[in-house]
């Protein structure tokens, strides 16, 4: 699990960005597995099951996090479409 | 055995006296399969010969049979393999077509015989088209893959009734056997990715984690501020954070190469 830590103070901000995450991954067919992978190598410190039910809306997860799932989304799906 | 066989791209509805199927004194087909597991060396390889030994089992002279194995992927069905352009040009046209007895096949799980194509009402372009192509007869058997994944072997005969109850059972019995091995190779194929993917994982982790602590010692800031840094670089520039942490560490120290090692 992830430790929230000192910086749950960010996450209002996220609502959106958490919904718009999570809805990504549920219209691509993308495995979980390959992105909790490609997520760690980008530096990622959840491990697969609080990424899971990040995805899911059933967890909060910082800011910082957020971004590194983002950001592991959207190269994952450039490589796909070439 | 990968190949596709030359010349096998025509189909004729005249009984012709060439090309004969080989008659090679069939090996147990339990083995063959298990050598094929362990020789293929991706899943479409795999597929291929399974479509081209389909192909010889069940084509006998004046009826040569060419099978082709469509895939779900992606919830999209893709023509992955065949036994000769004749039947994967007929599988892509299915495909196409979104529609058609290979397809109907795999939705329902349930062996599906088109013995006269003439005589058919159902899919009426795709068997249209299929007619223009010298295709009289299609036999579809699922490959039951107990969830992992869908596939169907497409069998077209250029004769109408094509297919014996005698062939259907072969098919059906052939398709069975198959399954189990491609459930096997597709388990292989599984683990070998995710082995591959959590290889490069490593080695961008490694990448990444020491640009994180290059930039969290030039700025003083902390791990969070430093990943923000990074990102917001790599996003704005639309280059791979792996590629930033990269430049990062080059400028720093001008090390190009930075390697994480395994045990293999």
Redesign the interface.
């Known amino acids: 699990m992830y430790s929230h830590g000192a910086d749950g103070q960010e996450q209002p901000d996220q609502a959106e960005d958490l919904r718009g995450t999570a809805e990504r991954f549920r219209r691509t067919d993308l495995p979980l597995a390959k992105l909790w992978t490609y997520y760690y190598g980008l530096g990622g410190g959840m491990d697969e099951m609080s990424l899971d039910a990040y995805l899911h809306e059933a967890l909060d997860v910082p800011a910082g996090q957020v971004a590194l799932i983002a950001m592991a989304m959207t190269e994952l799906m450039e490589g796909e479409s070439l | 055995m990968t190949d596709h066989e030359h010349g096998a791209g025509s189909f004729s509805a005249f009984p012709q006296a060439a090309p004969a199927p080989v008659p090679t004194p069939a090996p147990d087909l339990e083995t063959r399969l298990k050598e094929l597991v362990l020789d293929s060396k991706d899943v479409v390889g795999f597929l291929t010969d399974l479509a081209l030994i389909a192909s010889s089992r069940l084509s006998s002279p004046g009826n040569r049979i060419h099978s082709g194995v469509t895939v779900m992927r992606?919830?999209r069905p893709e023509a992955v393999a065949s036994s000769d352009v004749a039947a994967r040009a007929l599988d892509e046209l299915q495909n196409g077509f979104k529609d058609g007895p290979c397809l109907t096949a795999l939705r329902n799980g349930t062996t599906l015989l088109v013995p006269d194509l003439a005589e058919e009402r159902r899919w009426a372009h795709y068997i249209k088209a299929a007619q223009e192509n010298g295709v009289s007869s299609i036999l579809a058997v699922p490959l039951n893959l107990a969830g992992e994944a869908e596939a169907v072997l497409n069998l077209y005969s250029g004769c109408s009734n094509g297919f014996t109850d005698e062939d259907i059972s072969t098919a059906e019995a052939f398709a069975n056997q198959a399954a189990s091995s491609l459930r096997l190779v597709l388990r292989i194929a599984q683990l070998s990715e995710?082995r591959n993917?959590?290889a490069?994982?490593?080695?961008?982790?490694t990448v990444?984690?020491m640009a994180?602590g290059a930039i969290m010692a030039e700025n003083r800031c902390s791990r969070?501020t430093a990943?923000?840094i990074l990102?917001k670089a790599?996003?704005s520039r639309n280059i791979?954070?792996?590629d930033v942490a990269a430049a990062v560490i080059s400028s720093i120290s001008g090390e190009k190469q930075i390697d994480t090692y395994f045990d293999e």
Not at chain 2, 200 to 205: E, F, G, N, T, Y
């Open positions: 992606r919830k995710a993917d959590l490069l994982a490593m080695q961008s982790r990444i984690d994180i969070d990943f923000q990102t790599s996003s791979k954070l792996r």
